[in-house]
């Protein structure tokens, strides 16, 4: 009888550890649509909003600027980001999907300073583990008000 209750125990707890190897961890982007990435990704930059921006960006993400024509990784452009944390941009920022094809987006994203206008354009793919911004092009345009 001791060996059976022996027996059941092991043959429970092996049932359990290996059900607990085969859950994968969900990425909070998963369930969301492109436009919430999109705002999240604004909330990041903008609002210093540091929520969840490593798991938003695409593995091979490209940052590139064309005003001084660099381009910067994901781990860069993290690492600035968390420098930035809960600074706020002193703008006025909309944005919007222009085109969502399949399992591709395309947002831009402009942000009204008092000097100057800055467009973003996102692209973004999804993947099986949801919506991740791949690549953001950024240009600053002079304001004529």
């Known amino acids: 009888m001791k060996r059976n209750l022996t027996t059941i125990a092991t043959a429970i707890m092996m049932v359990f550890s290996m059900s607990s190897f085969a859950i994968s961890p969900v990425k909070p982007s998963s369930a969301l649509p492109s436009l919430n990435i999109v705002a999240d990704y604004l909330g990041a930059t ?3 909003k540091q929520i969840n921006i490593k798991n938003m ?3 091979d993400f490209q940052y590139i600027s064309t005003v001084n024509k660099k381009k910067y990784g994901k781990d860069e ?27 591709s ?3 831009k994203a ?5 000097s ?17 911004i ?12």
């Open 46 to 48: 903008v609002l210093g």
């Open 57 to 59: 960006l695409a593995h």
């Open 77 to 103: 452009y993290v690492k600035f980001l968390e420098k930035t944390s809960n600074y706020k941009y002193n703008c006025e920022y909309a944005y919007e999907i222009l085109d969502e094809t399949g399992k």
């Open 105 to 107: 987006a395309i947002a």
């Open 110 to 114: 402009t942000y009204t300073f008092d």
């Open 116 to 132: 100057f206008t800055r467009v973003d354009i996102l692209t973004l793919s999804e993947t099986a583990e949801g919506w991740e």
């Open 134 to 145: 791949s690549e953001v092009i950024s240009q600053a345009l002079k304001s004529y008000f």
